[in-house]
């Protein structure tokens, strides 16, 4: 309607009839009273659960190891990429873009005094590398706002297992840039597009099958693994005792949320899934598939 009505008073500077004029016009004024008001509803969607199931995550852990017969990838490389990339995003709760962004030596180490013993972390900011010269990606990762920039706790397999792939897999490229493809170029959108593609190709039928029945998709994404972070981290927040406020802000400064974003409310309802924090926990220097998968 606004287009229209500029481009009637444009075309009344011009040599237009007068009665075509009017006549135009007129028939604007009529659709104007007519429907002026009108607004259309927006529909109402019901806040579905967004985390994987407990047995689509147990799944992706065995598949993924990269040492496991049912990896999907068959180069090393390709496998510990894989491996890491799940892992960072699943643990660390990282964005895609995020995750791309991190740089070979990404994790920090120090000694923690009052606990007697080492730490690790990793900080999530923009990359001096992202820049035309350094990244030759075409689409370049960047941070989604200033408040995703943030410090997170690293644990200690989290820790060795990016060291591992450091050292012995990711190879020796120009760039600076963690996640390296078999091309030796940083990892890109599209590519991280494609492997949880396959992924989700060779999910067992019933892994799919539960995907489908509980989340109403019939693939897993990247940011799947964000929204399963989410839901586990609230579950053990308020399993310590914090109360939901307490518990909900502790969130938005670990997922990089604003303090008045309403984000973590909806992972309200799905921090009482008991099977999905009996999969994955802080314990996750006892899972045999992770120790697995570090050279002695």
């Known amino acids: 309607m ?64 990269p040492a496991s017969a049912i990896n999907p990838f068959p180069r090393t490389h390709t496998r510990w990429l ?14 895609r873009g995020e995750l791309m962004l991190l740089t070979v030596d990404v994790v920090k180490s120090g000694f923690d005094d009052r606990q007697q013993r080492p730490r690790h972390w990793l900080n999530v900011s923009e990359s001096k590398y992202s820049d035309d010269e350094v990244d030759p990606r075409y689409s370049r990762p960047g941070i989604k706002s200033a ?19 450091v050292e012995n897999y990711r190879g020796k490229p120009s760039h600076a840039f963690l996640l390296n ?31 489908a029945d509980r989340n109403q998709k019939t693939a897993i994404t990247p940011h799947d693994l964000r929204h399963t972070c989410a839901v586990v981290r609230l579950n053990q927040l308020l399993q310590q005792g914090d109360p939901m406020e307490e518990a909900l802000q502790k969130l938005r400064a670990f997922f990089g ?40």
């Open 147 to 165: 408040d995703s920039v943030r410090q997170l706790p690293v644990s200690n397999t989290i820790a060795a297992l990016v060291q591992t792939y």
């Open 181 to 211: 493809t078999q091309q030796n170029r940083p990892l890109s959108t599209e590519s991280l597009t494609k492997m949880f593609a396959k992924i989700s190709a060779n999910l067992p039928r019933a892994a799919l099958k539960e995907l």
């Open 257 to 296: 949320w604003s303090r008045e974003s309403q984000m973590p409310v909806r992972y309200a309802r799905a921090v009482f899934e008991d099977r999905l924090s009996s999969v994955w926990n802080d314990a996750l220097d006892e899972r045999v598939a992770v120790l697995r998968a570090i050279p002695s």
């Open 82 to 95: 894989t491996f890491l990339a799940f892992l960072l995003m699943l643990h660390q709760g990282l964005r």
């Open 2 to 65: 606004s287009f229209v009505t500029a481009i009637v008073t444009w075309l009344s500077k011009t040599t237009l009839p007068t009665d075509r004029l009017r006549h135009i016009e007129g028939r604007l004024h009529r659709l104007s009273n007519l429907y002026g008001q009108l607004h259309v509803r927006k529909s109402k969607h019901a806040s579905q659960i967004r985390s994987l199931p407990a047995n689509v995550v147990e799944v992706l852990y065995e598949m993924l190891d």
